[in-house]
Each structure stands twice: as structure tokens, then as C-alpha cells.
């Protein structure tokens, strides 16, 4: 029986439909489930990179000429006045002397790293000034160059008589339009005079009633606002003095009403235009 059911196995293995690969990983692993992925690789994308780099410092600016020099070196990393020996005596002397190779370490790496940054920057401005110098004279030379043969041949035809021209066509009529241009500018600078005399004169006309001091200030604010009880500021049915008491807005058909029906109208639309007219003989504001 043993031998029969061993003559029964499957000897060919079937894969399921689950989709994990047949390495033995965890959930938690990118590589738990089996992704195809595409023959022609994708771009790398940049990495984000967070914050901004801050302005680099100007070492060696035009104002100081002598920063890379033997003065500028001495003085910035002095030598102590008096010199200075580890005393045997003292209480930690490995400290001391470890404090004075630090001090005199920090002169020494501070004189060469200004001197290297130097001769990289001179070398920078040079290898700069070369490429600058090459690409002039690449460009003039190429601007100098005779047109190619292929475009002299395949340019569209001129005629002889167009290509000789080379000053400007004569303009009979330029004496005209320019006094008629200058005309047109002195009309645009009077109109623009008489505006603003204009403007000026009803600024002065208009300034009769201007509030100027805090007499004047305390008079209006009683006129409007009196001591007691006002009626008309009880409800919005009828007109008063203040600016908060002008009552309902009119509508239009209220205002054509009151135009038709009104001789008061009439006699402020007479008086409106009697007064533009004496401003026109007058020629200011009334």
C-alpha cells in the first residue's frame, strides 16, 4: 500500500494565484508582494532636499586689497607678546602644552586655508576671464564670416535696384506732420493748464466750507448733533439734518413723479443752468 500511494503522488508542482514571492520574507517587506516591473528602467527622481543654502560670504572683496597679503596674515593670527613655555611645575602640564600646539595649530591652518581660498578664487577669475575672452572672439568671428554658399544660392531674389538703396526714402510731407504733431502737443498742454486752473479755482471756491479749526469743529457738531430730543431721528419716514436721518432712499418712480409734478424741479434745473452759464461768462466757479 506503501509503495502504491507513493506511485500516486504528484510529481509536477502547481503555483496558486497568491502573490507572494516564493522568498521567505514578511508583511512588512516591500518584497512581499510580486510586482512585475518594466524592462526600461525609470529616471532616478532627485532627492528633495530641505531648506536653502545661505548666501556665501565675499572673503576677498574689492575694498580690501590687502587681505591676502603678509600684513593682513600677521595681523590676524598675531604671535603671543612674550613666549610661552609648558612650566614643568604646574599643575596639569600635558593641558598646557596641549593648548599651546592647538593655538599655534589654529594660526598655522587659518594662514593656509586663506592663502589656498586665494589661489583658487585667482584661478577661478582667470579660467572665468579666458572662457569670456574666447567666446568674443568666437562671436566676432562669426559675425565676420562671408555668407555660406547654400544660403546666397537658395535666398529669395532682390531686385538690383532695392539692394543699392541704403539711405532712407525722402519724405516730402515730414515738415507738415511734425507741425501738426507740435500743435497737437501744445493743444494737449493748454487743456491740460486749463484743468487744472480749473481744478485749483473750485478747490478755492469749495473751501468756504472747510472746517479749519476746533470752533468751527465744536459748531458743526452741535448743529447736527443739538442737546435734546429729536423727532425726525425717531424714524426714517421723515427727512432731517444729520447724515444718519436722511430717510428712505427715493426710488425711481418716486423721483420721475416728483420731476413731472413738481415746479420745484424745474426751477432747480433753471437755476443749475443759469449758473453754469455765468461760470462760462465769468469763467470761475460761483
Not at 165 to 179: F, G, I, S, T
Not at 191 to 197: D, G, I, N, S, V
Request: hydrophobic fraction near 30%; proline fraction near 7%; glycine fraction near 4%.
Amino acid at each position: 500500500m506503501s509503495a502504491l500511494r507513493s506511485s500516486r503522488a504528484a510529481r509536477v508542482q502547481v503555483r496558486g494565484f497568491a502573490t507572494t514571492p516564493n522568498l521567505r520574507v514578511g508583511p512588512e517587506s516591500p518584497h512581499f508582494v510580486d510586482v512585475p516591473k518594466v524592462l526600461q528602467p525609470t529616471n532616478r527622481a532627485k532627492p528633495r532636499v530641505k531648506g536653502t543654502l545661505p548666501v556665501p560670504r565675499e572673503l576677498f572683496p574689492n575694498r580690501r586689497t590687502d587681505k591676502p597679503g603678509k600684513d593682513y596674515l600677521d595681523s590676524a593670527t598675531p604671535l603671543p607678546s612674550t613666549e610661552r613655555k609648558v612650566n614643568p611645575k604646574s599643575g596639569d602640564p600635558e593641558k598646557q602644552a596641549f593648548k599651546l600646539k592647538m593655538a599655534e595649530l589654529r594660526r598655522q591652518n587659518f594662514r593656509q586655508g586663506l592663502t589656498e581660498l586665494y589661489r583658487r578664487k585667482t584661478m577661478a577669475d582667470e579660467v572665468m576671464t579666458n572662457r569670456s575672452v574666447k567666446r568674443q572672439a568666437q562671436r566676432e568671428r562669426i559675425l565676420r564670416q562671408p555668407e555660406p554658399e547654400d544660403e546666397r544660392l537658395t535666398r529669395s531674389s532682390v531686385v538690383q535696384a532695392m539692394q543699392s538703396q541704403k539711405h532712407a526714402l525722402a519724405d516730402p510731407n515730414r515738415e507738415e506732420r511734425l507741425a501738426l504733431s507740435k500743435m497737437r502737443v501744445e493743444a494737449n498742454k493748454a487743456q491740460k493748464t486749463a484743468e487744472r486752473k480749473e481744478d485749483l479755482h473750485s478747490l478755492y471756491m469749495g473751501a468756504r466750507n472747510f472746517i479749519i479749526n476746533e470752533e468751527q469743529l465744536n459748531a458743526e457738531i452741535e448743529r447736527a448733533f443739538p442737546d435734546g430730543e429729536n423727532e425726525a431721528w425717531r424714524n426714517d419716514h421723515q427727512q432731517g439734518e444729520n447724515i444718519w436721518n436722511l430717510g428712505i432712499p427715493p426710488t425711481v418712480q418716486h423721483i420721475v413723479n416728483e420731476s413731472r409734478k413738481s415746479e420745484t424741479h424745474r426751477w432747480d434745473v433753471s437755476q443749475g443752468r443759469i449758473k453754469k452759464l455765468g461760470e462760462q461768462l465769468t469763467g470761475g466757479k460761483l
